[in-house]
């Protein structure tokens, strides 16, 4: 571990992928989504052995933020990135399947709901859509409270946290790799670790802001983020970096049985999950395959 770290610190600089890379498929990637998904489902099933449950969301963040950095530093890389094609590709692949969840949860709540709760159901549905639910339900529910279960659109916040980083990082990162392209790691870098500083002063002094808004769940994206930029260099033998593979799977999954409700999330709490998918990484999923 000591050699795979001293790699990551002594090259990490920005070092996007070469002309003509792709991002392989990752079995492995949809292992995490699938380690992340089912015990948030559990969670809102009210599996009570599950009692952090809820840090799933915290996987998807990180997963996310490599994701959509990979995608972007392969396409500037190129010369071939285009904000209206990312976007594009982007509304491809969320609308679609958000508009058939939309119109099934409208369509059950006009059959099962109370005129009040169509009413609340309605605006949410109008906020989902235009991506700042997180906002709504920061308004106005506690994501913890037993009542909160039964919101058809609650879990929309985290897609809404999602699209917003997406509104912004791609801003942001080209304009650094144009202008200040040896900056892009030091200035993303510096956003995650003031990211994490509030995030960490806000589960004690704003807590539902701290839960529900970009500003303090950035640092998760972030971690991704920087995670995609690091340099591709495998560590230690095969057997190594399996078994820091299960390792790092374990201390995954641990904060899901001993973090609950009463925990502050998600500040320090947030950290084990979203350090051990960046330690166990030891190379990028990103490979040339162009000339």
């Known amino acids: 571990m000591d050699k795979a770290w001293g790699l990551w610190t002594s090259t990490f600089q920005f070092n996007p992928a070469p002309r003509g890379a792709t991002i392989q498929y990752q079995p492995h990637i949809d292992g995490l ?13 009210g599996v ?14 990180v997963i996310s933020g490599y994701l959509i ?6 396409d500037l890389a190129q010369g071939q990135f285009s904000f209206a094609d990312f976007y594009r590709r982007r509304m491809l692949r969320i609308l679609p399947l958000l508009a058939v969840v939309l119109l099934a949860v409208l369509t059950a709540g006009q059959v099962v709901l109370f005129p009040a709760e169509l009413q609340a159901l ?24 037993a009542s909160a279960r039964s919101i058809p659109l609650l879990h929309t916040w985290s897609l809404a946290v999602e699209e917003q980083f997406y509104l912004v990082f ?3 990162a080209w304009a ?47 971690a991704g983020a920087l995670l995609a930029l690091a340099p591709a260099r495998p560590f230690g033998s ?12 374990a201390l995954l999954i641990a904060p ?12 320090l709490n947030a950290l084990p999950p979203v350090l051990v998918i960046w330690g166990s990484s030891p190379t990028r999923f990103i490979s040339g395959t162009g000339p």
């Open 33 to 45: 989504r699938a380690v992340a998904i089912v015990p948030v489902v559990l969670f809102h099933a």
């Open 170 to 172: 791609p801003v942001l």
């Open 122 to 145: 309605g605006a949410s549905a109008v906020a989902t859509a235009l991506f700042v639910s997180n906002i709504l339900f920061y308004l106005t529910t506690d994501y913890f409270e």
């Open 256 to 267: 899901m049985f001993y973090l609950s409700e009463a925990s502050a999330f998600p500040g």
């Open 238 to 249: 095969r057997p190594l970096r399996e078994l820091i593979a299960w390792l790092g799977l």
């Open 48 to 61: 009570t052995s599950l009692s952090g449950g809820f840090v799933g969301v915290d996987i998807f963040f």
């Open 176 to 222: 650094l790799h144009r202008w200040a392209r040896r900056y892009l790691v030091i200035a993303l870098l510096a956003l995650v670790l003031s990211s994490l500083v509030l995030s960490v002063f806000g589960t004690q002094l704003a807590r539902f802001f701290t839960f529900y808004l970009l500003p303090t769940r950035v640092w998760e994206l972030g």
């Open 69 to 74: 950095t990979a995608i972007i530093s392969a």
